[in-house]
């Protein structure tokens, strides 16, 4: 009986289609998630900003354990040892090269005529295999080219090192029978695509492409690309039940676990349709890249700056020397650092700057039958800014509103709240991490009120970055 992987794609298919506006520690999420519940692989975007990409990229290799970890390379050196630099923490890493394939989109996308097209695909598939031998090439647009030039890049890529290749039908215009014979023609066509994986993509404008994905799969197809959220392509969830029930009957069958679907699919859809990505800023839990972490006074600073720079942080010298130092003093007094307190030593030791923004006052308002709203006021070079905003609650619409006085959105990667004295009047510290230009800042505050503690750390990180911007 074949075995039938799953490639999810929904992060990627967001970021095509626009239907979704997914924050980093959202996707992070999402990636437990599926690589918990067994699908052959996990798509992610490429590198189109080099920092900010590559970051996300590391984070989400160091999480992904049971799946293979899919990134899209561009045609040309650079993107490919970029990507492969940000990817290869993963345990398993697949490179995809993509090319559109069909006339139209191939004179107006890749600008590239037949020929050209097929010898610089075959020129990136094995520059990938140089680094990996799991390569991808996917056929964009692949149902509305010529078959007979199809079977020509899919010889060249194949020959150049591809493991896989992925076929297209990004139009959607199929019927299930029409998509088995273009999958029964292209095996004809193509007698090395028996020797590798066949993977296939169906759009759903005509609500048939489950249907359609099924057929290929009895076609002989091996991998079949999908979304764990709604989003006009193969839905995940539906796949994976026709193949466990239909098993016999396909001679196929999926390793994704059926059982923990609904449940997965759940949590997945509470990541995508709830508006905490849009209205609510802060997610309240300590950074996955280093989960779990314990350091203690024997370890080294090249050990604690490991795991610094697998929080985010890219500290010059003389900030790692001043953590390094921090961190030892902590060290000396306790059995155990955790990465709540790594992280509060980074951002009460590194990168200490001259307040661009000062806290001149705040007055909250919130209850239980309204939304909290927030009037902060704070001074930028002496100059008084303020701003009011509505939120979930006081936190996050005195986020909101420095946002505001500030005028620039920072995505807000990680923020904790934890006491360091005891008693009625303890003092709590807050930790926030922002993200500028694909480099974590981190801020700390302090304050028996645990709303000031947390918009004096979103001060004090916000101070970090505007000095760099200025500097």
């Known amino acids: 009986m074949r075995d039938i992987r799953v490639s999810d794609i929904t992060m990627r298919e967001a970021i095509a289609s626009k239907a979704l506006s ?35 990229i590391k984070s989400i290799a160091s999480l992904v354990k049971n799946s293979t970890l899919a990134v899209p390379v561009k045609m040309d050196d650079d993107s490919i040892q970029a990507v492969w630099n940000a990817a290869k923490g993963a345990k398993h ?38 680094l990996t031998d799991d390569v991808e090439f996917v056929a964009i647009d692949a149902t509305r080219t010529d078959v007979a030039y199809l079977a020509r890049v899919i010889d060249a890529v194949v020959a150049a090192g591809a493991k896989t290749v992925t076929v297209c039908d990004a139009a959607g215009s199929m019927l299930p ?73 396909l001679g196929a069958q999926s390793k994704a676990r059926v059982t923990e679907l609904k449940r997965a699919m759940n949590q997945i859809s509470r990541l995508c349709c709830d508006d905490r990505s849009k209205a609510s800023l802060f997610t309240g839990t300590v950074s996955e890249a280093v989960e779990g972490v314990v350091l203690t006074a024997s370890d080294d ?25 921090a961190f030892k003093k902590i060290a000396a007094s306790k059995e155990r650092v955790s990465a709540t307190e ?28 309204f939304k909290a709203t927030s009037h902060i006021s704070l001074r930028k070079n002496g100059k008084l800014i303020e701003a009011v905003s509505l939120g979930d609650g006081p936190i996050d619409s005195s986020f909101k509103s420095i946002e505001s006085v500030v005028g620039k959105h920072y995505e807000l990667d990680d923020f904790s709240i934890q006491a ?51 500097n």
């Open 22 to 56: 997914l924050s980093f520690k959202e996707k992070l999420e999402i990636v437990k998630i599926l690589d918990r519940i067994g699908v052959g692989s996990i798509e992610v975007e490429g590198i189109e900003s080099s920092k900010v990409d590559s970051l996300r």
């Open 93 to 130: 890493v697949r490179l995809q090269v993509e090319a559109a394939v069909s006339p139209s989109c191939m004179e107006y996308i890749q600008r590239k005529k037949a020929d050209t097209l097929i010898a610089d695909a075959a020129e990136a598939v094995a520059k990938c295999a140089q």
């Open 177 to 249: 029978e029409e998509f088995a014979q273009f999958i029964a023609d292209l095996y004809q066509a193509t007698p090395q695509l028996k020797d590798i994986d066949l993977g296939i993509s169906c759009c759903n404008n005509l609500n048939m492409a489950d249907a359609c994905a099924v057929a290929g799969v009895m076609a002989g197809a091996s991998i079949v690309k999908a979304t764990s959220y709604p989003m006009g392509v193969v839905a995940l969830d539906n796949v994976a039940r026709i193949l466990a029930a239909k098993a016999d009957a």
């Open 301 to 325: 600073q090249a050990t604690v700056m490991q795991y610094v720079e697998r929080l985010g942080y890219s500290l010059s010298d003389e900030d790692a020397e001043a953590v390094f130092e």
């Open 342 to 369: 790594l992280d509060a030593i980074v951002a009460s030791a590194a990168l200490q700057v001259p307040p661009t923004y000062t806290l001149d006052g705040y007055v909250i308002n919130s209850g239980l039958s």
């Open 420 to 470: 360091v004295t005891e008693g009625r009047e303890a003092m709590g510290e807050s930790v926030v991490k922002l993200i500028a230009d694909g480099k974590v800042y981190s801020g700390r505050g302090i304050s028996t009120d645990i709303v000031e503690s947390s918009i004096r750390a979103y001060i004090n990180a916000l101070n970090k970055i505007a000095y760099e911007e200025q």
